[in-house]
């Protein structure tokens, strides 16, 4: 029999911006939108993996976010202690997904090959290329890799029983998306391959990207990938905290393993 996961997505910031910022395409109204920071932890017979690790409080400072926690102290109210997580899953290398490694000390990072190729190459000396990434926290990857805590990644592979990364690209060079079995089946952990549901329904992307048609695609892909709408988790849509349960005594914290309080709104597109 396979392994099933319990799967939360962990709320740490959120911000409140012009939609302009998160598609390519202008909204006519362009109204504020807000934007909420997630990392995911999947818990399991061997432990607990988490899936990204945020950015501190002191970077939401000067990027002029509303830090409402340290990802770690979410991790908590699951019961899941931050130096005994062995394994980290890095989807890309921006700013709100790639800080704070240092406060998973015993994890072993995984991060795909091209994702570093890309951060720690030539392009990254342009600025518009620089807006995703923070110089500190790809150097703190570089370190840990010299202290051998770096696990590489070509292409899709499975990293733990059942759970699997693929590389998608679009938005990162090498952005990866997490699949994980669950009782509901398979969830589609899209990260920023999708940043909303309405960059799929709309055909929209996130106007920070490096192959818009791999991005295009990768919506394809992933929609392929899941059961149903249900089961795609896009990376900063507000929605996903009403869709899902709230864990007991946490509201920044929801279920996503377990059934979905209403539809998704990729089931009306």
Known sequence: MSTEYEVYAVQYARTLRPTRDFFIYPDPHDGPLPILYYVWVIKGPEGAIVV????????????????????????????????????????????????????????????????????????????????????????????????????????????????????????????????????RGLLVLASDAAHFFENVTAQNPHPIVVDLPRTLEGYERLLRMAPSPDHFIPGHDPAVMDLYPKLDGDPLTVVLSADPLAPSPLAAA
């Open 52 to 183: 990204d690790t945020g950015f501190s409080a002191e970077r939401a400072a000067v990027r002029k976010r509303e830090h409402l926690r340290c990802p770690t102290a979410g991790l908590e109210r699951l019961g899941v202690d931050a130096a005994a997580v062995k394994t980290v899953i890095l989807t890309h290398l921006h700013y709100d997904h790639a800080g704070n490694i240092d406060k998973f000390p015993n994890a072993e990072l995984i991060v795909q090959d091209e994702e570093v190729r890309f951060a720690t190459g030539r392009y990254v000396k342009y600025k518009p290329v620089q807006l995703g990434f923070e110089a500190d926290d790809v150097t703190a990857l570089v370190r840990e890799n010299f202290r051998g805590r770096v696990r590489f990644v070509d292409g899709d592979a499975e990293v733990a029983p059942g759970i699997r990364v693929h590389l998608v690209g679009g938005h990162a060079r090498g952005l990866q998306a997490v699949t994980v079995p669950t009782r």
